[in-house]
């Protein structure tokens, strides 16, 4: 409906251009063509005066006609006196004759009488000057306005027709402009519906129709990366939630199932807290990742401040796990362009996977690459092999090394880490060359 609606209005703005257009020649033609057709009149009413002259002569200071005028045609008029006495005059109506007469007393002028659709002209003829007499010439004006008015009505016509052939042609051609547009709409919105992978892959812009083209493929892009991202932002929340859950349901179901003495009870609310802690971290961290990746602002933060909030954050895996976690002091103080809070929950998935999987220790250092702060996290586990150096970052998978017995995990994961880190032009990667665990955090510098 809209498609059909924008080419009636364009065919409305083409149709009253064209119109404008058309009747301003029209007017112009017709101005120009009644100009041309009074000249004519003039010059031939002018031109039988005149040419009377050669008929005229004079004796004793009087005029006489040497012949009789030979224009006779039904449309010309011919006077001719002596003074006022007329010695040649045309049977013409009375308002034509009484013009003439008053024309022989008068200069040489031109004259319309209406009533008969009649232009005269007044010739005085002057010997050794004295006016001796004047020769009145007349012309029907009926052959010019009937030529000025077949003249117009052709004019109309012709520009109505053309009109006609402007505003089928435009239709024509708004049609097969807007096919493709109305195509490419449709296939968008079914696409948008049922496929987000088809694109119309048209190359670079290059008129409207391939810029349009490219302007709904971005946004298929953006409409396909953002069902994307819900979709593994689902996939994440109940991966990472499936297990807190689990130990909160069965430490509530144990301790209801009998009664417990008091610090039996303490202990299944200590761990029931301990999982409801994770949920709620894990909750925010996901959101987290949701809102800095629809562009949330970035802040700036100390990089050894956010390394031992990190560190903080990990004690109690790092006291269960008996993990000695030290710092090592950066040669002068660095700031990082990312907001504490995210670059604390960057670093903290990838510090719980050092003290999951280290023996004893796990260490941090902080330094400086160009325009990136580096954080360095090593830890004296199994490593990681060459062959897992990208799949441990991939959601719900881990490596081949064996996971503690009783570890639960902090449900955030090295897939999220890096993912964040990525939101916020940074990168989180493994090192296998390395003798032990050791991964790279890269954020860009305050």
Request: some cysteine.
């Amino acid at each position: 409906m809209s498609r059909f609606g924008l080419r009636r209005r364009l065919l409305l703005v083409v149709g009253a251009a064209v119109t404008v257009a058309l009747l301003g020649l029209v007017a112009g033609f017709n101005v120009i063509l009644g100009n041309v057709l009074d000249r004519d009149a003039r010059d031939l009413v002018r031109a039988r005066a005149v040419a009377q002259f050669d008929t005229l002569r004079t004796d004793g200071g009087s005029l006489r006609i040497r012949e009789a005028p030979d224009d006779r045609s039904a449309d010309a008029y011919l006077w001719i006196f002596a003074g006022t006495q007329p010695l040649e005059r045309p049977r013409a109506a009375p308002e034509t004759g009484r013009a003439a007469r008053l024309l022989a007393r008068g200069p040489a002028r031109f004259v319309d009488v209406a009533a008969s659709d009649t232009r005269l002209y007044a010739a005085p003829v002057v010997v050794d000057g004295k006016r001796l007499g004047t020769v009145v010439a007349g012309v029907s004006l009926a052959p010019y306005e009937q030529t000025r008015k077949l003249a117009l009505l052709a004019s109309l016509v012709l520009g109505a027709l053309v009109l006609l052939l402007v505003l089928v042609t435009a239709r024509w051609l708004l049609g097969a402009s807007l096919r493709p547009v109305v195509r490419m709409t449709r296939q968008a919105a079914e696409w948008s519906e049922h496929d987000l992978d088809h694109r119309f892959a048209l190359g670079p812009p290059h008129d409207e129709l391939t810029e349009l083209s490219a302007t709904l493929d971005r946004l298929l892009d953006r409409l396909a990366a953002s069902l994307r991202h819900e979709r593994r932002f689902s996939a994440e929340l109940s991966h990472e939630l499936r297990t807190p859950l689990t130990r909160v349901l069965a430490e509530s179901e144990l301790a209801l199932r009998r009664e417990r003495e008091p610090h039996e009870y303490r202990q299944a609310l200590e761990s029931i807290h301990r999982s409801a802690d994770r949920l709620a971290r894990t909750i925010d961290v996901l959101v987290a990742a949701v809102r800095y990746e629809a562009g949330g602002e970035r802040g700036t933060a100390d990089a050894r401040a956010v390394a031992q909030d990190a560190v903080r954050a990990c004690s109690g895996l790092a006291a269960e796990r008996r993990m000695d976690v030290k710092i090592d002091e950066p040669r002068s103080p660095l700031r990082i362009g990312v907001d504490a809070d995210l670059a604390e929950r960057i670093l903290q998935p990838v510090l719980e996977n050092a003290c999951r999987y280290g023996s004893t220790s796990v260490r941090v250092a902080i330094g400086r690459q160009n325009s990136t702060v580096v954080y360095e996290i090593e830890d004296d586990g199994p490593g990681v092999a060459a062959d897992e150096n990208d799949r441990i970052f991939e959601p719900g998978l881990r490596g081949r090394a064996p996971r503690p017995n009783g570890d639960q995990g902090a449900g955030l994961g090295l897939s999220l880490a890096r993912r964040l880190a990525r939101s916020v032009d940074g990168d989180v990667v493994a090192d296998p060359a390395a003798g032990g665990g050791r991964f790279l955090v890269r954020l860009p510098t305050g």
